[in-house]
C-alpha cells in the first residue's frame, strides 16, 4: 500500500515536498516512482528512483527544480518540488515496481497511490 501526503496549495515559486509512504512490502526492492495528472491531460512522469539507490530520472520540465529521494529505514519515498510554476498543478501519485529500471512507463508499475493534489497559483 503507498499512501502519499504533502499537496496543498501554493504560490508560484514556492515549494512543497510530498511524500509516500510504503507499508506491506520490502520497501528497499522497490522502484519509487512519481507521476502526475494535470487537469484535462493524461498521466505523465514526473520521477523515479531505482531500488539500487544508484539511479534517478527527471522528466525534463522539472530537472533542476524537483529532486527524488527515499529513506528505506522509514519506507518512505520523497519529492521535493522548488520554484513551482502553475502547469505544476496536478494530481500527484507515488508509484512502485519491484527491482525496476525507473522506467517512465507507468505501465510497468503496479503499486499506486490514492493521489495528492498540488496546485500552484500564479
Known amino acids: 500500500q503507498l499512501v502519499e501526503s504533502g499537496g496543498g496549495l501554493v504560490q508560484a515559486g514556492g515549494s512543497l515536498r510530498l511524500s509516500c509512504a510504503a507499508s506491506?512490502?520490502?520497501?528497499?526492492?522497490?522502484?519509487m516512482a512519481w507521476f502526475r495528472q494535470p487537469p484535462g491531460k493524461e498521466r505523465e512522469f514526473v520521477a523515479s528512483?531505482?531500488?539500487?539507490?544508484?539511479?534517478?530520472y527527471y522528466t525534463n520540465s522539472v530537472k533542476g527544480r524537483f529532486t527524488i529521494s527515499r529513506d528505506s529505514a522509514k519506507n518512505t519515498a520523497y519529492l521535493q518540488m522548488n520554484s513551482l510554476q502553475a502547469e505544476d498543478t496536478a494530481v500527484y501519485y507515488c508509484?512502485?515496481?519491484?527491482?525496476?529500471?525507473?522506467?517512465?512507463?507507468?505501465?510497468?508499475?503496479?503499486?499506486w497511490g490514492q493521489g495528492t493534489q498540488v496546485t500552484v497559483s500564479s
Open positions: 528512483a531505482r531500488w539500487t539507490g544508484t539511479h534517478t
Open positions: 508509484a512502485a515496481e519491484e527491482y525496476g529500471l525507473g522506467t517512465s512507463d507507468e505501465r510497468r508499475y503496479d503499486s
Open positions: 506491506g512490502r520490502t520497501f528497499s526492492t522497490y522502484t
